[in-house]
């Protein structure tokens, strides 16, 4: 039986780009992805955004401009982007609660990533030789991690979590299989959006015949499914564990990910499945494809 968390790309398309999904359509309360890619309003303080902070990502997109309007003071903002989620890593901008944004300029994909919020922080664009690149993994398991907003990398945010990940072709991420749920003993609660563009050796961004798979099991056993991903789908991660997250051979994937929860401490920990947690201390060596990018550009 589908569990109904699984979007195919085009399933949850809108008036201004390929995907959104808010709190409520995703039926939680914490975390909200819409991606654009033309010219729009995004109002933060519509009643089905409620009170949102947000992370404004280029994907595809050069030169945006963003008018951020709250309290009626307006300030423009231009987000130098990137050609694509293969080319290189973007810079962002930090959007606090009620916010309206006005975008202009806007030839290619721009993710808005939101959660509920309960605290106002101040606006913050960050240039992407400032955002934190890691390898993490080791062997087949090996993977890019571009930390955007994350408790380590950025402060300045209430609840919002974001990070990008790559992964080579042929290899898996989100391994071992871990959860953050709050259910049977894991302390974090989190809701995970997963937004996915697979690519080929030479694409800068999703190419159409790119594919994938993804796991997710419960611990109640009522979802275990591996579907097969393709460019441009979503991922709904309400509880449960998830892993692996497998590029096939030759088609790397990059996956964007919000999280965001009840906690009144922002925290991306999890918990391993137990089965697969001594995994990890067989790591003794890091695939040479990664890096794949930087802030200068594509690398390998």
Known sequence: MSSGWFKPQGSIAHADGPMAISAEEAGWTYSGLIVIDRDCVIDLSEPTLGDREAIVLPLSAREVKVTVTVNGEATTYTLAGREGVFAAVSDWLYVTRGAHLEFADVHGEVAILTAKAQVDHPIVHTPAADVAVEVRGGGRATRQVTNIATPDSFAGADRINVCEVITPGGNWSSWPPHRHDGIDGCPT????????????????????????????????????????????????????????????????????????????????????????????????????????????????
């Open 189 to 300: 609660t989190n809701e995970e959006i997963y937004y996915f563009r697979i690519g080929t050796q030479e694409s800068l961004h999703g190419t159409p015949q790119g594919e994938g798979l993804f796991h997710v099991y419960t611990v109640d056993g009522s979802v275990d499914e591996t579907v097969m991903i393709r460019d441009g789908d979503t991922y709904l991660v309400p509880e449960g564990y998830h892993g692996p997250t497998a590029a096939a051979p030759d088609y790397p994937m990059y996956f964007l990910n919000v999280l965001a929860g009840p906690g009144e401490d922002r925290t991306m920990a999890f918990c391993d499945d137990p089965n697969h947690h001594w995994i990890r201390a067989t790591w003794d060596d890091l695939d040479p494809r990664l890096p794949m990018t930087s802030a200068e550009g594509r690398l390998r």
